[in-house]
């Protein structure tokens, strides 16, 4: 394992060994574990806008989508345990 410097200013450097303390952990500890989460965020935020994009450009390229009252029904009905068919995409009446 490698090692890196970063300087915390102190008021910081307090309230994560306040936090630490009370998770049960080691001060380097918290700061790995804060520092894994915060890379997991920014890859999940990274995915999420990718499939946007691509269901983006898919929208753009067919102009089909579900309406949200067949969307909301299907949610409904997995949510309630219920076995549903996913809606189909379709082109909206103009």
Do not use: C
């Not at 920014?42 to 929208?59: G, S």
């Not at 067919?62 to 189909?88: C, F, I």
Request: glycine share 4%; hydrophobic share 40%.
């Amino acid at each position: 394992m490698s090692t890196t410097t970063i300087r915390i200013e102190e008021a910081l450097k307090a309230r994560i060994v306040a936090a630490a303390e009370r998770a049960g952990q080691s001060p380097h500890a918290f700061i790995l574990d804060a520092l894994s989460d915060t890379v997991d965020r920014v890859e999940m935020d990274e995915e999420l806008h990718r499939i946007a994009d691509q269901r983006w450009a898919t929208l753009m390229r067919t102009g089909e989508s579900v309406s949200w009252t067949d969307a909301k029904a299907y949610m409904q009905a997995r949510a309630s345990g219920k076995s549903a068919g996913r809606p189909s995409p379709r082109k909206p009446a103009r």
